[in-house]
């Protein structure tokens, strides 16, 4: 950056001195297009650079931002008035036509956020001002969905000819996937993908006193975590996530550097093929072992998430028996109970299944996305073989794995590691557990294609309830047969683990595990 550009955005926000905020994560985010990609790392940083009608802080608390307020006018209506003043960082100014044209590009059948407004009818323009979203039928939880639907330049969309999210490869993507122009409190200075990320204050944002004192921001992914861990002893970044559990201990006695940690509203969890009449490490056999319960349930009653809690997760993570984490709007404190883990009663089930020798089958993980991932692949192997069932691990890095395991892709998988975070368990159960297609956009995580009508049944009338001890019943109860079921093999919450060093004045850790760079203060 030049110094002139350096002095003008110091003497924007009134600082005396340059402000560097250096982090790190253990990958590199999947891309910039803000209705393409949905994972957490790449949604935390499409939030420093754009926005949304309302915006969720680090408390998990729904605040104004390019609307102003906020009202249901009926039970499929909603108005909003739009914040005025406000302008895209190439200058042109932000309209309610942006929002028109935004929410119709984020319910394309190529973009990942699409599930946020798949209930969205229409948005009219009532004046420049006001703008009325009706949906398809009642959505109680429509402002905590438009937390998820960044804005859009139009005239930049069409002039650049991005007005559709487009799923492409590295070298070959979308103008849209490789730069920005958002309304939000940073711009996008420089990216080289798997590399580096620089950011800098938008000195033209419509909040003229922003939280935050940086004049620029240096994002670097780092795979490996020793790597990544030295980088923050010898200074050379300020901030890393997440830490490897092992290292807490040794960097919370090393002056200078705190470590911050809590829970994260994340579920870890195993799914499997059940749809394929056969599994595709069984070629020959006609055969697809998940399609029977009796090996669901032998899976699960295999894995000791006591054992890995102790031993993997270094006794930090929660073992979950639910699909939703604490903290989720419909979480059950009485469903959140394991199974016991039972290996002989797992050979049993496998042998009265027609497995009594086992069987062979892959399991694909991610090397470089939630705490421990790997390593917890690692101790699910000698589980599971002590049942007779052989794995073979298929570890590697996130966006290679989320390809392999998508829908886009066949989801071309038998057993697989997902993690999934929800504010509300509806989020869940449309994207996870419903069967894909069941309406449309249902089930687009659901990987494994677990199906079940009644799951269906009640996830579609969970939608429009607004009455919520009705609607907490009817998730309580889908989630109830989806866990009897033994449609996914829920693992843990993992720990959201953090670590900064003294020279980080404030970073507030959000249980959404989002780096909110709009709240980062340097000393």
């Known amino acids: 950056m030049a110094a002139t550009a350096v002095a003008l955005t110091l003497a924007a926000y009134g600082m005396a001195e340059a402000k560097t905020f250096r982090f790190s994560s253990s990958g590199d985010i999947n891309g910039l297009d803000p209705h393409l990609n949905n994972e957490a790392p790449t949604n935390a940083m499409k939030n420093n650079v754009y926005e949304t009608l309302i915006f969720r802080d680090y408390a998990l608390k729904l605040l104004p931002a390019l609307a102003t307020e906020w009202k249901q006018t009926d039970p499929t209506t909603w108005r909003f008035k739009l914040r005025q003043g406000v302008k895209f960082h190439d200058g042109t100014p932000f309209t309610a036509d942006d929002v028109i044209f935004s929410v119709k590009r984020n319910q394309h059948e190529q973009g990942a956020m699409r599930t946020a407004s798949l209930t969205i009818k229409e948005v009219k323009k009532i004046d420049e001002t006001t703008i009325d979203i009706l949906t398809e ?13 960044f804005i859009m330049s139009k005239p930049w969309a069409e002039k650049n000819k991005t007005v559709t ?3 492409g490869i590295v070298g070959n993507e979308s103008y849209a996937n490789t730069h920005t122009n958002g309304t939000g409190p940073f711009k996008i200075l420089d990216r080289v993908p798997d590399t580096r990320t620089v950011l800098v204050p938008n000195p033209d944002w419509w909040n003229k006193k922003p939280e935050h004192n940086l004049t620029r921001v240096e994002f670097r992914p780092i795979a490996n975590a020793a790597t990544r861990v030295a980088a923050l002893l010898s200074a050379e970044i300020d901030m890393m996530y997440p830490v490897p559990l ?5 960097i919370e006695r090393t002056a200078g550097i705190k470590v911050m940690q ?5 579920v870890v969890f195993l799914g499997m093929d059940q749809w394929r009449p056969e599994l595709l490490d069984m070629p020959g056999s006609g055969k697809n072992p998940f399609k029977d319960k009796r090996v ?12 890995m809690k102790r031993v993997v997760m270094r006794g930090v993570s929660i073992p979950t028996g639910l699909m939703v984490g604490q903290g989720a709007t419909g979480y059950s404190k009485e469903l959140d109970t394991r199974y016991p883990f039972d290996p002989d009663g797992a050979k049993k089930l496998l042998a009265d299944a027609g497995y009594p020798s086992g069987f062979t089958v892959t399991l694909d993980c991610p090397n470089d996305r939630y705490v421990n991932d790997e ?7 000698p589980m599971l073989s002590r049942i007779g069932v052989t794995v073979k691990l298929n570890s590697q890095t996130k966006s290679k794995h989320f390809d392999k395991i998508g829908q886009r892709s066949g989801n071309n998988t038998s057993f697989y590691m997902l993690g999934w975070g929800t504010y509300d368990a509806y ?4 994207n996870i557990v419903m069967t894909v297609d069941a309406t449309p956009g249902a089930g687009s995580n659901n990987s494994g294609r677990y199906s079940n009508p009644k799951v269906d049944e009640l996830t579609k009338l969970i939608r429009v309830e607004v009455d919520q001890e009705k609607r907490n019943k009817m998730i309580y109860d889908a989630m109830k047969i989806h866990k009897e079921d033994f449609g996914h093999i829920p693992l843990h919450q993992p720990p959201l683990a953090w670590a900064a060093r003294d020279s980080v004045a404030s970073l507030p850790q959000a249980p959404n595990d989002y780096v909110m760079l709009r709240y980062v203060k340097m000393k």
């Open 375 to 381: 390593a917890t692949c690692q101790a699910v192997v």
């Open 246 to 250: 092992q290292d807490i201990p040794r």
């Open 165 to 167: 999210p487009v799923r």
């Open 296 to 307: 669901r349930q032998a899976m699960y009653q295999a894995i000791d998430a006591d054992a």
């Open 427 to 430: 989020d869940m159960l449309y």
């Open 262 to 266: 809590g829970p994260e509203l994340r």
């Open 137 to 149: 039928g009642p959505n109680p939880i429509l402002d905590q969905d438009l937390t998820s639907v």
